[in-house]
């Protein structure tokens, strides 16, 4: 099964280390520029990015600011890793390529984080830039 779809979202179709805006733009259904905006706004209100890193007792670890956004702002939470790892062929946990084949379904959309990269999910395909299928994921997040 082809697991990949060539996406991006960059209105110059450059690739210049924007993965976060390639993939939020995707997964809230906003153009590059609004998610960029958003980001803005974002950051003006809690001075932090979705680049970020940030540090707050609430979680077990710190996390990118994308996905406190996804957590505070959109009141999401990741999927339970043991729904998904039952699924992975190595004991490092599922990669992205397995989670789209296997694991995610037709018609649904997942923010997927790596350990230095973002994608989306979409479809049962990885939607980016690049093929990061052999990439383990952290977390995964959908609407």
Same mark, same amino acid.
């Given at each position: 099964? %082809? @697991?990949?779809?060539?996406?991006? &979202?960059?209105?110059?179709? @450059?690739? !210049?280390? *924007?993965?976060?805006? #390639? &993939?939020?733009? =995707?997964?809230?259904? =906003?153009?590059?520029? /609004?998610?960029? @905006? =958003?980001?803005?706004?974002?950051? =003006?209100?809690?001075?932090?990015?979705?680049?970020?890193?940030? %540090?707050?007792? *609430?979680? *077990?670890?710190?996390?990118?600011?994308?996905?406190?956004? +996804?957590?505070?702002? +959109?009141?999401?939470?990741?999927? /339970?890793?043991?729904?998904?790892?039952?699924?992975?062929?190595?004991? &490092?946990?599922?990669? &992205?390529?397995?989670?789209? %084949?296997?694991?995610?379904?037709?018609?649904?959309?997942?923010? !997927?984080? +790596?350990?230095?990269?973002?994608? !989306?999910?979409? /479809?049962?395909?990885?939607?980016?830039?690049? *093929?990061?299928?052999?990439?383990?994921?952290? #977390?995964?997040?959908?609407?």
């Amino acid at each position: 099964m %082809e @697991r990949f779809y060539y996406y991006n &979202a960059n209105p110059k179709g @450059r690739n !210049v280390g *924007d993965c976060i805006y #390639r &993939a939020m733009s =995707l997964f809230l259904g =906003l153009s590059w520029e /609004d998610t960029i @905006r =958003l980001d803005m706004d974002y950051y =003006l209100k809690t001075g932090s990015t979705f680049q970020g890193y940030v %540090e707050k007792d *609430d979680y *077990d670890t710190s996390m990118s600011g994308t996905e406190v956004y +996804l957590q505070d702002e +959109l009141g999401l939470s990741p999927i /339970d890793k043991t729904e998904y790892n039952k699924y992975a062929s190595i004991s &490092a946990g599922i990669t &992205a390529g397995e989670f789209a %084949e296997k694991y995610a379904k037709k018609d649904t959309t997942y923010i !997927v984080i +790596l350990p230095t990269h973002i994608t !989306v999910v979409k /479809d049962q395909m990885i939607w980016d830039t690049h *093929d990061c299928g052999n990439v383990v994921i952290q #977390r995964a997040y959908t609407m």
